[in-house]
């Protein structure tokens, strides 16, 4: 097992660096950023250090080895980078260090704030958006997609399969507009929910609050997709394991019926499940930008929505490589999980 984590981990590592190379060659391979760091009024001399610091009057290979060796944990430092990035880790050396770090995304354009602090502080709203809205399609997709399968061409599979096919094929930014105007405005006086909002409030002495009411409506909006493409993937799954043989020895041994469903067939019936969760969480972490900006939830998304309006790069830039991560994380993560749900699996 930890040879097989080993290895996923050193392909991910090489799928991570060509996202490093992919990001790099968009956001800073063209054109000169430094006019959009000091903004419409400066002069030559101003227009010269930015480039200085940020690498810009060297050669575009360099640019790219100082910005891989700004973004890797594991780089070269001298004692002056480290002082002036306000880098944190272990360093050791003399004048130029090895280091084990946290990776530098260097800092906003716009507030001059580090790229780290800001999506760090987004992060929290997005993964607890991404938690909620999966949890949400966990909690009626399996059931569902179960009650389908057992239930076969009644009218409880028909209404779920019906359901399913158009959350599927309805795309969430119209969704989110469907659902903000008439649960956050045409009949906010009976939900009591808003349009926009954030899981924090800030009060008249301006402390925050935590108040999970505006968490509902994006949740359950970005939540559709996923529920329906669950409750398919459990319905389908469930028919082919209710047909196999040691279904019916698990029934003529006389076990009960929902001890059959939910002990032996459901669990069997779960590595499509599995892949669609992982691979749809990672969806929601990286992909809720639509959801997050119309919703006016303070995310990772929105923040990045917000960057690319002012030409932002930086944030952009972390943004994309924050979410190529937890890609690589929650892949990884999934493969583990089939060994452990399934015992048919076996990971050599």
Do not use: C
């Amino acid at each position: 097992m930890l040879k097989f984590i080993l290895k996923k981990l050193l392909y991910g590592l090489f799928v991570l660096i060509g996202v490093v190379v992919l990001v790099f060659v968009l956001f800073q391979g063209f054109g000169d950023p430094s006019r959009l760091v000091m903004g419409q009024t400066g002069d030559a001399k101003t227009q010269e250090a930015i480039r200085k610091e940020l690498y810009l009057d060297q050669p575009k290979w360099k640019q790219f080895l100082y910005y891989l060796n700004d973004v890797s944990p594991i780089a070269f430092h001298s004692k002056e980078e480290i002082k002036k990035k306000d880098l944190t880790g272990i360093f050791v050396g003399g004048e130029t260090k090895f280091s084990l770090k946290f990776p530098y995304l260097r800092k906003s354009y716009q507030t001059k704030k580090s790229v780290s602090d800001v999506l760090l502080e987004a992060l929290p709203g997005t993964l607890l958006l991404a938690v909620t809205a999966m949890f949400i399609a966990v909690l009626i997709g399996i059931p569902l997609g179960v009650l389908a399968a057992v239930k076969q061409n009644s009218w409880m599979d028909t209404s779920a399969v019906f359901a399913s096919i158009v959350g599927i094929s309805a795309p969430s930014f119209f969704m989110a507009i469907i659902t903000a105007y008439l649960f956050g405005f045409v009949w906010s006086g009976w939900t009591g929910l808003h349009i926009t909002g954030s899981w924090f409030d800030i009060d008249s002495t301006g402390a925050k609050r935590l108040t999970l009411q505006n968490l509902i409506l994006p949740a359950f909006t970005l939540g559709i997709r996923p529920l329906a493409i669950i409750t398919q993937l459990t319905r389908s799954a469930m028919l082919d394991v209710l047909d196999q043989d040691y279904i019916r020895t698990a029934y003529a041994k006389g076990l009960s019926r929902q001890t059959v469903i939910w002990k032996h067939a459901l669990r069997n019936a779960l590595n499509p499940v599995i892949t669609a969760v992982t691979g749809w969480f990672a969806e929601l972490l990286a992909g809720a930008f639509f959801i997050e900006w119309i919703f006016g939830w303070k995310g990772i998304g929105k923040v990045t929505v917000d960057a690319l309006e002012k030409l932002d790069f930086p944030v952009v830039m972390g943004s994309v490589l924050i979410s190529a991560t937890f890609f690589i994380l929650v892949n990884i993560l999934a493969d583990i999980l089939y060994g452990i749900v399934d015992p048919r699996v076996r990971i050599r």
